[in-house]
């Protein structure tokens, strides 16, 4: 089947003296819309062309005019000291130590005595105010009758005043003198009004622009460098620069109580999404994520008053924005864009709700970094486009899009040609399913503390960004991203008050003992326990990974609260006296049978044994790694950690298969051969076979009815057949 | 120097019709006393000898006659079922499933309602006894308005009615119909009287026993088999098997409240000594403790008042003699026998307080496992002594002995030369040095939520047992136990009462985060964690291993409470936000400096980071695994396990010499070789150095002020100078 020349859904960057050779890639590519990019400018000349013109717009920074005479609108969050241990019942806290003073000032303007706070951490107790005071000049304080030995923090208000994404490529490119882009916050009147004021002269200045692309709202999420300009903490997902004086007091006269620093602080935890949320914290999030969709709503509609779309970049400032939030709908967005680093960066955009359509943003980024002499932008395009594609096939993203340097770009002719085969692939594949819904054999629910509101989003400090205590549980989100099934995010109070869903299959619960993902005090709810307990008892699927329903330092005489579920608990040192033997141990079975290679749990769960009446599929060095029990008609599955290989995700859907005692099920649009995955769309009449890889690939495809048929992809061969 | 043939200092076994033999082996070791063993009967002829006879006594236990007359007599234990899930509001639980109905029987003489408790483990609440009734002819508990798909379990008294250690001898040994021995319960009346007649009865029966070794006193450790006749749950030092109605009743009168079924079943824990121990599990130790020196005393006592001695052995019925314990020395025993496995359990035996001497049985046991065609006892033999010999260094038994057939052993002529040897080179080194002090270049305190109470035991679960979970820990007892330095073993409580004591140099807290050896909850107490900082701030040192001073979940921001003093911290998943940066990483360190073959930290523990100030000696795979850390004028060290190896100790020597800021003193009586050591009495004028192999040694010493040598060993050489 040849795919006839399409054109559209493509956005690329353009330069300034670029007219031409853009006009040459446009057609070549089929783009349809045209963005500037940081730190490059749009040809007037190209606003000529008829095309949709992207334009980036920064709502909360790059008006320093406006900031530095009003000061006090400066963004601003809480930080905490470092630890310091008194030697006598004085001590002085140099809270600024290990801070970047060039982004962080303390706010002095607000009365410390009450926005402050001295905690005791070896006891947990807070000091009096009355008990310490601030050096404004050497920016200490000094604590007295303080416990000689114990360790002492000082929660301080600080203002930002330096944007963290700007910072960031001021100090990475090296910009010098160039001035910082301050931040200031819309939640001081004078602020919003300059910020809607500034948009509506902007949007009567740039007729031409089509698109929006706000980059983002007005809170960036919590990056902050230390004093040798590093990263110091960075979370993606982190609200701490929403923070204000009016809007603790906004809070406060919302939710009816108050807020301390040390529910931002959270013991430096700062309220990762590694955390259980606190009942506080989720209460500020709701507050602030209201509050923006007020606010940007106003920006929106202004926009659309300009006759022009409203686009949101997901990322940088767009704390408060949760797309999967329950206020995010309000806002009235057109559409959001965001980087595609793999399947679950798709998944994380392509299945937004409330926005007319969704963009993916590829890489290689133009930039010199892999655009140079000897280096290869097709191979990495190839391992994005190959990675995202699997999740484009469940859910596609309704654009795709490059940003950087095109001048760049346009000196590989191969990576030219590249862009053109994906950009016609995309098409292709768009147009054939976009309005129709893939086979999936189940519907998974992923249950964690944070559920649908974070949907896609476990595991994620830094965007992108490689972790070793998280990759060993990423790899189920990979994998489901891009597989044939259905995906449901849940979290304890949706089981808590309605049970688990009835369309679910299996329940997935992912992650590390005590964080947000694994439950936490969630698995000492007796209500979602007995929930589970029954609903797999009637014939359902409950897969652990890592450390399932663990409770660190075990509770009633467990670590895994559903061990009784999965058949297997941790070892705690506690029960060393209770012999274990040996479980049926199993040499082979449904869930390794596409096994190759050496099974890998990445970092595994250690210490981990089998009930008696358990099936052991895999263990060694005294511990346990892949385990099945039944559970009444239902059935547990066990697995110590399972980093993203296309193993490992055959693994972990025949697993899932397994455990909702669907294996009768398994081999339907379903390629053997784990670099190989069928999509299907039997309501549009065909389906696909796709090699995820970049060698040919020989697969053996499972239709319906158990009808099989072989068959040979070339590298990266997507194959559509008719049904 | 070649040694004079010495005599004396040996218990050896003897059998029926071996006379001749026996004497010949006597006079060729030097042996000076004989003892029976399980399974062996003495030569009467063998009595006529001018030699020392002990005799196994068994104070409760074969006695069936009585034990049968007697049923309310007989031992008890609480056992907890099966935690089996309610489906409906109705449960019925088995709860004797999986208990060895030979072993187990349950007491339905005291009145379940009172005595039994019925627990929803998903709650933990206790279900009130009018909600279930005992089914005495099926042994189950249904129990009704239970919560459907709640875990509850049946903890209920039972009679032990077969001794633990001869269940295991009969079924390990097929002795088919031979009686199976009955424990009765010494807290009865009847008993205790049946006891102390017997004894007297023994005792004017035996005139020409020296030595009653009793094996042991009243109460087993436990020791539970399950419905296929194999070990269920072992525990060396529990107390399981101690309790009784009048116990109950006894220990509400002395300590002033009731005790519950759960004070003693621990969800299922059952107080192992990995629990960091509750108040009641405590005061109900001390309690028992006191009871059994009592009764312990009149059987003693008896012994004395017909001119024999009275000899304990560490084990079996040891239960409530705790010979580190406050009671101990009220029973006026002569002497305690151990067996001796390594130098640790030398250690246990030899260090021993208020008996006259102390006796370690050495390996092998003469035993067909060993002792046949093809057999090495001349291997083990060497293991076991040049293992152990390293503590006798330290602190002497005052009598090493064998047990078994001397039969067998008199087969290996090889065997009897190496046994002539061992007993040869043990008296020598007795004579030189059991009235002096060994050299010790530091005083370590072992901290634990045990403390001296169990001085050399922590880690043990079953005597002698390689566990998964304890061989990384273990490895510092052994280490020490042969080590040129003084020991003491502290607890929480001494540090919060007293502070560190005065003469401590380095203080040692090593396991796993949230068990007793670390010290679990211990660690949230300010007023320890003030008492340790503010001591080594004032120049000691601190060394943790593993997790020391852990709070598993975080505690305040933190996983080690003495984060700070150790410089490290364990990432429990929360602060990865939180940039961590390399810290100093030296490539060479005082205390690797005697390395050659790669570090070996066993288990190892998981994601541990460095401070930006501490100093790393080695890490990998994104772990740290060895660190030094200064803190005010002091140290802390960390190391990530240490299993027993020669470089091993060699490495914790270094480590705590480091910590205590003592480098300068180290290379004084210390031999370089790991493998050699040196023991050094300078009041007795001479020092040793030992071959702890089975192979050539060369090594350097160095003795004071800077001397050194080079000295090359034989295979196990111990080479005697005078300083």
Known sequence: MV??????????????????????????????????????KLDTALKQLSIKLYSTYFVARGYNDFAEKH?????????????????????????????????????????????????????????????????TKNHTVTMTHVVPYHEYTVSFLANMIWDPTEMYNHLTNNWGDRAHQIPFDVRFPDAEQFMQKTLKDWLAANPEIDVVRFTTFFYHFTLVFDDQAREKFVDWLGFGGTVSVPALKAFEKVKGYKLRPEDFVDQGFYNSSYRVPSKHYRDYIDFVSAFVADQAKILVDMVHDAGKEAMMFLGDNWIGTEPYGPNFGKIGLDAVVGSVGNA??????SDIPHVKYTEGRFLPYF???VFHEGGDPVAEAKQNWLTARRAIMRKPVDR???????????????????????ADEFRDIYSRIHDTHPYAGLTVGVLNAWGQQRAWQPFIVAHGKWYKQAYSYEGVMESLAGQAVNVQFLNFDDIKTHGVPENIDVLVNVGAAGTAFSGGDYWKDPDVL?????????????????????????????????????????????????????????????????????????????????????????????????????????????????????????????????????EDQFNQWYATNPDTEVAAYPSAGYYAVLNNTDQPQKTTVYTTAGHQTDVNLAPGEIRWETI
Chains 1, 2 share one sequence.
């Open 3 to 40: 795919m006839a020349k399409t054109t559209g859904r493509l956005t690329i960057p353009s330069d300034e003296n670029f007219l031409h050779e853009t006009e040459q890639l446009i057609e070549k590519w089929g783009a349809d819309a045209i963005r500037d990019s940081d730190g490059t």
């Open 344 to 349: 679950t960066t798709l998944r994380l955009i």
């Open 367 to 369: 930039f010199p970094d």
């Open 530 to 662: 007995a929930a589970i307990r029954a609903w797999v008892a009637a014939g359902h699927g409950f897969v652990g990974i890592g450390s399932p329903s663990a409770i660190p330092g075990t509770y009633e005489g467990r670590t895994f609260q559903l061990a009784d579920v999965l058949g297997v608990d941790q070892e705690a040192g506690f029960s060393l006296s209770t012999d274990k033997y040996p479980a049926r141990d199993v040499s082979t079975h449904f869930i390794t049978e596409n096994r190759e290679d050496p099974l890998d749990y990445g970092e595994s769960t250690h210490d981990v044994y089998p009930f008696p009446d358990t099936t052991v599929i895999d263990q060694g060095h005294h511990e346990t790694y892949l385990t099945t029990h039944d559970y009444g008609d239902g059935r547990g599955v066990y697995l110590a950690g399972l980093p993203y290989s296309p193993q490992n995700s055959n693994l972990l859907l025949r697993a899932m298969f397994f455990a909702a005692s669907k």
């Open 400 to 422: 795709i899009g490059y940003g950087g340097y095109l001048k760049l770009a346009a000196q590989f002719p191969d990576f030219v040609d590249y862009v053109t085969h994906v």
């Open 71 to 135: 000061p006090e609108t400066v963004q601003e969050l809480y930080l905490m000291s470092d630890r310091v241990t008194a030697t006598s019942d004085q001590l002085t806290i140099d809270f600024m130590a290990h801070y970047f003073d060039q982004q962080i000032q303390p706010n002095y303007h607000d009365d410390p005595a009450e926005y402050w706070e001295v905690i005791d951490r070896t006891t947990g107790e807070v000091v009096p105010s009355q008990q310490w005071r601030v050096d």
